[in-house]
């Protein structure tokens, strides 16, 4: 069984006329959880299972958990996910949608993470958000899909949270033998932990996260993720949260799709016609999606002096 789908992969009429370049979209945005997430976790929660894992556990109170808890109920596989106290209640809806059983525990995300892998008894699977490499084997689908539409992008843009979106799209570009595509990894101003970590050389952990994109909010990067900058080109580029903001309003009134913030900061590398994008003339955008804003929550942001 797959769980995730395979998305469309589209020209941005908008995005194209905009910098004088042909840009595309995989609009990841559509998989059935909101995000490209189910990519990996699917493909996790699948191996897991024929491994003889009985529950599913996660941390997550965002995509990540969306995804185990939606991969749990079309697996006939029970899901609990730990949130902390912060967590919106529009994210608890959608886990329960989903039919997982949602544990709300501590202050913070640490706190409901340790009180999670707490719970993981022998027969259950703890599915990380972003540090797994079958995470990055499934994310790597999205490659896959574009090698056999034929079509060959000459530089990707790509959000970075924790960083398994871009391991897996990295990884999906060497399996394609397309070692030689350059990667754009977005993140925003005050979540810019794969930033921090090339301009150390080694991952660092960020004090706090500051960015209203909360999906790009991993303090540190995984391990991967910082190894692949230095076996492959990849660009680190950090927009502000406004940049981001204006990029979900205008993707929706040019596409009628809503993503997150966090998917945003990706689509404005292309909307501001970043000097990134100078030298190439086939760029494709990975439209990572997100679930967990709201239309209101993106205005009411924008609009504030002081976001966050
Ligand atoms: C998780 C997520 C990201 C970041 O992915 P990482 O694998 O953590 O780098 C970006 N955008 C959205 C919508 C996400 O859900």
């Known amino acids: 069984m797959k769980l995730h789908i395979e998305t469309p992969l589209i020209e941005s009429r908008a995005m194209s006329v905009i910098t004088g370049r042909s840009v595309w979209i995989k609009l990841d945005a559509l998989q059935p959880p909101g995000s490209f997430k189910i990519r990996g976790i699917g493909h996790a929660c699948e191996t897991y299972l024929a491994q003889g894992a009985r529950r599913f556990v996660s941390s997550s109170g965002g995509n990540a958990g969306l995804a185990v808890a939606y991969a749990g109920r079309r697996l006939g596989v029970p899901v609990t996910v730990v949130v902390p106290e912060t967590t919106t209640e529009r994210a608890k809806e959608l886990l329960q949608l989903e039919n997982a059983e949602v544990i709300v525990h501590g202050i913070s995300w640490q706190e409901a993470n340790a009180f999670a892998q707490s719970l993981v008894g022998a027969s259950d699977a703890f599915l990380h958000p972003f540090d797994d490499p079958l995470l990055w084997q499934g994310h790597a689908t999205l490659v896959d899909e574009v090698f056999r539409s034929g079509l060959k992008p000459d530089a990707v843009v790509l959000s970075v949270g924790g960083g398994g979106l871009l391991s897996g799209v990295v990884e999906g570009l060497h399996r394609n033998g397309w070692s030689d595509i350059p990667v754009f990894a977005v993140e925003t101003a005050g979540a810019a932990s794969f930033h921090a970590a090339v301009r150390a050389g080694h991952?660092?952990?960020?004090?706090?996260?500051?960015?209203?994109a909360t999906s790009l909010g991993?303090?540190?990067?995984?391990?991967k993720a910082f190894q692949w900058s230095k076996n492959h080109r990849i660009h680190s580029v950090v927009v502000s949260d406004q940049s981001a903001l204006s990029a979900c309003e205008r993707f929706l009134a040019d596409h009628r799709i809503l993503v997150e913030p966090a998917c945003g900061a990706s689509l404005a590398v292309a909307y501001e016609n970043a000097s990134e994008l100078e030298s190439f003339s086939n760029i494709l955008v990975v439209v990572c999606g997100g679930a967990t804003s709201t239309i209101d929550q993106i205005r009411e942001w924008k609009s504030s002096k002081h976001a966050p």
């Open 203 to 212: 991952t660092v952990e960020l004090e706090r996260i500051t960015s209203i």
């Open 218 to 223: 991993a303090k540190r990067v995984c391990e």
